[in-house]
């Protein structure tokens, strides 16, 4: 039991060193990006955000208070899958 505290401690303090991830490469390729269309200012209780399109395919989220830098994602939206039919039944 002892053991299992420690095992978990020691996750929690590496876990909480984490502070962003980075990939090399783009996760959504542009064949399968989906433009969202959002665009315009948003505001939500944390703050404001302005939303664009950019000519790539991603969305571009700007701080208007200059807080945070300015990012850009790409959407993969999720689409309903027809079922399979059983054939023979």
């Given at each position: 039991m002892l053991l299992r505290s420690l095992l978990a401690a020691a996750m929690t303090l590496?876990?909480?060193?984490?502070?962003g991830w980075w990939?090399?490469?783009r996760l959504i390729p542009v064949a399968e990006r989906d433009t969202a269309g959002l665009?315009?200012?948003?505001?939500?209780?944390?703050?404001?955000?302005?939303?664009?399109?950019?000519?790539?395919?991603?969305?571009?989220a700007v701080d208007p208070a200059g807080q945070e830098p300015p990012s850009?994602?790409?959407l993969a939206l999720l689409r309903e899958v027809a079922p399979e039919r059983s054939k023979g039944w």
């Open positions: 590496l876990l909480s060193a984490c502070t990939s090399e490469t665009e315009g200012a948003f505001v939500s209780d944390e703050g404001r955000v302005i939303l664009s399109a950019t000519a790539q395919g991603f969305v571009r850009e994602v790409a």
